[in-house]
């Protein structure tokens, strides 16, 4: 699962997910509350951006449906996660 921030990209690995009931309140809440939602997913990556133009870039070419040359710099396009 990819998570983009204004510091970087973080990939996090899901280690428990329950198919049935995604959309359910209950479930959308975990993923708002860390202790719950570290109990989900493992970090397995995280590359944070060099300077502020470097994240607009990155974040105009997520906008646009694009892979940023620093997102495959940092091999997130193709970690299979």
């Known amino acids: 699962m990819l998570y983009e921030h204004a510091s970087g990209y973080a990939v996090f690995k899901v280690i428990a997910q329950e198919e049935i009931g995604v959309l359910l ?3 959308q809440e975990a993923v708002a509350d860390l202790s719950r939602f570290g109990k989900l997913v493992k970090l ?3 590359a944070p951006f ?4 470097n994240a607009l870039d990155n974040i105009n070419c997520i906008s646009e ?3 940023a040359k620093y997102y495959s710099a940092v091999r997130l396009c193709d970690s299979g996660l």
Do not use: M, N
């Not at 060099?50 to 133009?53: H, L, M, P, Q, R």
């Open 65 to 67: 449906g694009l892979c």
């Open 25 to 27: 309140p209950e479930v």
């Open 50 to 53: 060099k300077s502020g133009t």
């Open 44 to 46: 397995a990556s995280f």
